[in-house]
């Protein structure tokens, strides 16, 4: 069976798993843009205006299940089933239901995540946004889900509408948020192995930028994520953050985009090929990295003294002249 197929079946018979109280309800499929414009199909019920939130669940995992064997009808059965479980669970910020959310709500749950803007144009056009070379920067919440499950969800243009503020109000307030909810970690790459930001109680241990003396500036390579170390890659363009960490190595950096979730800093030495790092990264990329989580194929400098991240070059194509030409000069 084919995944269209697939679709079109579960429009038409979904709702026969369900319960009589889902009955006067229609099952609908929409296609949902997500990082680096991929896009997937989510399914949900629409006519239910006793609820808050409506769940939306997307079946690609589900028809990967048809194909390993499972029964259509058993798959549909998962669907419904996992519908109705998410229909029901409590969606909070702070201890807060989403049925009292507000603006000073949402607020404790503001952060700023990184995409790559060439690979998220229509994503971008719709949701408040911020250029960084290469980079977009957009603005999202964190809720919980049943008090434990993380999740999240983007600040569109509709969202911004519905909580009343400016851009540059939410801007702000993200920033200012997500440093102290889930601040930046600087580790060098062999104690990220071993060491977490924070312990079990909360308590600050190595990796907060507090204890940015305790770091090496000697080691090869360093690591810049969050507290969490999910959607950490964002530090990198934050020019208070680097440049502590270009001061602490005595360097200016190159930065190499691991994924949306970290970075990996290196002191910039003379001997380095920008070339074969962006060929490196593109390989890793292409082999090691979910589609959603890549950053970019690229990597970047952040100069100490003008403390500004950009796209790193080859010093040939800064000069705008092939290797082994001569350049000329009016």
């Not at 602490?248 to 070339?275: A, C």
């Not at 991240?309 to 010093?315: D, G, R, W």
């Amino acid at each position: 069976m084919t995944y269209e197929e697939f679709l079109r079946l579960t429009k038409e018979n979904l709702k026969r798993f369900f319960p009589d109280s889902f009955q006067e309800r229609k099952v609908e499929i929409k296609e949902v843009l997500k990082n680096n414009n991929i896009k997937l199909q989510g399914v949900y019920l629409s006519g239910s205006p006793s609820y808050t939130s409506i769940p939306l669940l997307y079946l690609e995992s589900y028809y990967q299940e048809l194909e390993n064997g499972k029964k259509l009808e058993d798959v549909w059965r998962t669907i419904a089933r996992d519908y109705q479980k998410c229909q029901e669970t409590a969606i909070t910020i702070d201890g807060i239901s989403s049925k009292e959310w507000d603006y000073e709500t949402i607020k404790k749950g503001l952060t700023v995540y990184v995409r790559n803007a060439q690979e998220n144009v229509d994503f971008l056009a719709d949701c408040p946004h911020e250029i960084c070379e290469d980079l977009a920067l957009v603005y999202g919440f964190h809720v919980l889900v049943d008090g434990e499950k993380d999740g999240s969800a983007i600040i569109n243009y509709d969202r911004l509408k519905w909580l009343g503020v400016s851009e540059e109000q939410l801007k702000q307030d993200a920033w200012e948020n997500m440093k102290q909810s889930n601040p930046p970690c600087f580790l060098d790459l062999q104690d990220m192995l071993a060491k977490m930001c924070f312990d079990e109680s909360g308590d600050v241990k190595a990796g907060s930028l507090e204890h940015l003396e305790d770091v090496d500036p000697n080691a090869m390579m360093y690591v810049l994520t969050n507290s969490n170390q999910v959607n950490g890659a964002v530090y990198m363009c934050d020019e208070e953050v680097m440049s502590l960490i270009a001061e602490k190595l005595g360097s200016d950096l190159i930065v190499i985009p691991s994924s949306i979730h970290e970075t990996i800093i290196l002191k910039e030495t003379e001997n380095m090929s920008v070339r074969e790092l962006n060929a490196m990264v593109e390989a890793v990329n292409a082999e090691a990295v979910d589609p959603q989580e890549r950053l970019g194929n690229f990597v970047y400098r952040f100069d100490r003294e003008a403390q500004r991240l950009e796209k790193a070059v080859e010093q040939a194509e800064e000069l705008d002249f092939e290797p082994g030409m001569s350049p000329v000069f009016a």
